[in-house]
Nanobody, 115 residues
């Protein structure tokens, strides 16, 4: 069974930075399309960033220029570097993978930005 395990969340002051990691197991990681989503209390889950197996990236407008998604295929890990965080970034962040037409989700990691 494919597993995605996020880490790196926590409490940070506005203007600060965090780096999230998502380690994948039991998946041909290099063939997968990886992304990060987030869900704030009372809101629907929203897409944040994606990275293809060809390393192409795309970002939601709300995080463009502040967040960077990357992947290390040797470590089966995808990262989300988050800079200039603000209170609106407070949410549970979820790792997502699409492999062989099947979608997989991690359990989520909480990011809280204090103003």
């Amino acid at each position: 069974q494919v597993q995605l395990v996020e880490s790196g969340g926590g409490l940070v002051q506005a203007g600060g930075s965090l780096r999230l990691s998502c380690a994948a197991s039991r998946i041909a990681f290099s063939d997968g399309y990886m992304a990060w989503y987030r869900q704030a209390p009372g809101n629907q889950r929203e897409w944040v960033a994606l990275i293809t197996r060809g390393y192409d990236t795309n970002y939601a407008e709300s995080v463009k220029g502040r967040f960077t998604i990357s992947r290390d295929n040797t470590m089966n890990t995808v990262y989300l570097q988050m800079n200039s965080l603000n209170a609106e970034d407070t949410a549970v962040y979820y790792c997502f993978a699409r492999y062989a037409g099947i979608d997989y989700w991690g359990q989520g990691t909480q990011v809280t930005v204090s103003s």
